[in-house]
Nanobody, 123 residues
Framework: DVQLVESGGGSVQAGGSLRLSCAAS?????MAWFRQAPGKEREGVAA???????SYADSVKGRFTISKETAKNILYLQMNNLQPEDTAMYYC?????????????????????WGQGTQVTVS
């Protein structure tokens, strides 16, 4: 099995920045960051496939950057110009599938792996 451990969440003021990290064990295949705010469905934020191609939700384009340090098997999410609507629990995800998993929560749930989450609060 794959284990995913997130870190780097916290509380910031609007306009601030945070960098989330996800330390992964095992073969991580394609990976992504999702978030879930209270009362809302989990949604994809940014994804990166096994070839390093990134994709983003429209709401974070130009503000968030996903990257992966392959040698250390660490996934990052650099978040700039954070806004109150970015407040959510952020989850790292990995799945043994081809292509992107940005909009494929059900694929991660049925075939992949979730981290425990890290809280981001923007005021």
């Amino acid at each position: 099995d794959v284990q995913l451990v997130e870190s780097g969440g916290g509380s910031v003021q609007a306009g601030g920045s945070l960098r989330l990290s996800c330390a992964a064990s095992g073969n991580t295949y394609t990976m992504a960051w999702f978030r879930q705010a209270p009362g809302k469905e989990r949604e994809g934020v940014a994804a990166i496939d096994s070839d390093g191609r990134a994709s983003y939700a429209d709401s974070v384009k130009g503000r968030f950057t996903i990257s992966k340090e392959t040698a250390k098997n660490i996934l990052y999410l650099q978040m700039n110009n954070l806004q109150p609507e970015d407040t959510a629990m952020y989850y790292c995800a990995a799945a043994p599938v081809a292509g992107q998993i940005l909009h494929r929560v059900e694929v991660v749930t049925s075939l992949g792996f979730w981290g425990q989450g890290t809280q981001v609060t923007v005021s």
